[in-house]
């Protein structure tokens, strides 16, 4: 059994940081790519960040890259979002995902792509 289980949201002041977590268990954790994705009230999922098992490549959303940086600590089963420079727009409920099947090579910011969830941590950013 996998559980994904976030944390580290909260309200925050536009400008300000957040640093979200994803703590996994699971002994193959260090063997997946993980992504962080986010839902907005009364709009869609979408994509976030995604990193490679062993944290070498990244990808980033447009509307965040630059400001959230993803990384993982496989020794710790754990995946964080930093998030700098938060604005209202990043309003959402976050939450991790893993891939566990395919390579681990492999990142996408295709949810169908991903096998495990976790519940989600908000995240409020006031202006």
């Known amino acids: 059994q996998v559980q994904l289980i976030e944390s580290g949201g909260g309200l925050v002041q536009a400008g300000g940081s957040l640093r979200l977590s994803c703590a996994a268990s699971g002994r193959t954790f260090s063997n997946w790519p993980m992504g962080w994705f986010r839902q907005a009230p009364g709009k869609a999922r979408e994509f976030v960040a995604a990193?490679?098992?062993?944290?070498?490549?990244?990808y980033y959303a447009d509307s965040v890259r630059g400001r959230f940086t993803i990384s993982r600590d496989n020794a710790k089963n754990t995946v964080y979002l930093q998030m700098n420079n938060l604005k209202p727009e990043d309003t959402a409920v976050y939450s991790c995902?893993?891939?566990?099947?395919?390579?681990?090579?492999?990142?996408?910011?295709?949810?169908?792509?991903?096998?495990?969830w976790g519940q989600g941590t908000q995240v409020t950013v006031s202006s």
């Open positions: 990193i490679t098992w062993n944290g070498a490549n990244t």
């Open positions: 995902a893993a891939r566990s099947s395919g390579s681990n090579y492999y990142i996408t910011s295709r949810q169908n792509q991903y096998d495990y």
